[in-house]
Protein backbone atom coordinates (compact mmCIF):
# COMPACT_ATOMS: atom_id res chain seq x y z
CA UNK A 1 0.00 0.00 0.00
CA UNK A 2 1.18 3.28 -1.20
CA UNK A 3 -0.64 6.52 0.56
CA UNK A 4 0.33 10.02 -0.01
CA UNK A 5 -0.67 13.11 1.14
CA UNK A 6 0.64 16.68 2.11
CA UNK A 7 -1.65 17.22 5.05
CA UNK A 8 -1.20 13.81 7.23
CA UNK A 9 1.83 11.80 7.82
CA UNK A 10 1.66 8.26 9.52
CA UNK A 11 1.44 9.48 13.68
CA UNK A 12 4.47 8.49 15.35
CA UNK A 13 3.19 6.82 18.52
CA UNK A 14 6.14 5.06 20.33
CA UNK A 15 6.58 5.63 23.66
CA UNK A 16 2.75 5.47 23.91
CA UNK A 17 1.60 2.02 24.87
CA UNK A 18 -1.84 3.05 25.84
CA UNK A 19 -2.60 4.57 22.56
CA UNK A 20 -1.08 1.33 20.54
CA UNK A 21 -3.22 -1.17 22.82
CA UNK A 22 -6.42 0.87 22.10
CA UNK A 23 -5.42 0.52 18.25
CA UNK A 24 -4.78 -3.24 18.80
CA UNK A 25 -8.19 -3.66 20.50
CA UNK A 26 -10.18 -1.64 17.92
CA UNK A 27 -8.24 -3.33 15.20
CA UNK A 28 -9.73 -7.06 16.97
CA UNK A 29 -13.08 -5.55 17.57
CA UNK A 30 -13.29 -4.85 13.68
CA UNK A 31 -11.88 -8.18 12.22
CA UNK A 32 -14.11 -9.75 15.10
CA UNK A 33 -17.95 -7.87 13.69
CA UNK A 34 -16.52 -7.94 9.47
CA UNK A 35 -15.12 -11.53 10.18
CA UNK A 36 -11.81 -10.09 8.03
CA UNK A 37 -8.71 -11.45 10.39
CA UNK A 38 -6.57 -8.96 8.23
CA UNK A 39 -8.03 -5.86 9.59
CA UNK A 40 -4.92 -3.11 10.46
CA UNK A 41 -5.47 0.53 11.58
CA UNK A 42 -2.81 2.89 10.64
CA UNK A 43 -2.83 6.06 12.76
CA UNK A 44 -1.75 9.54 11.15
CA UNK A 45 -2.06 13.19 12.22
CA UNK A 46 -2.52 16.41 10.68
CA UNK A 47 1.13 18.37 9.30
CA UNK A 48 1.48 21.78 9.49
CA UNK A 49 0.70 23.22 6.06
CA UNK A 50 4.18 24.31 3.49
CA UNK A 51 5.32 27.92 4.47
CA UNK A 52 3.98 28.24 8.12
CA UNK A 53 6.81 28.76 10.72
Known amino acids: MDIHSDSYKVA ?8 VEVIRQAE ?3 AQLT ?16 GRD
Not at 12 to 19: D, F, H, K, M, R
Not at 40 to 45: D, P, V
Open 12 to 19: ALSGQENV
Open 28 to 30: SAI
Open 35 to 50: GNPGVTLIAYEKTEPA
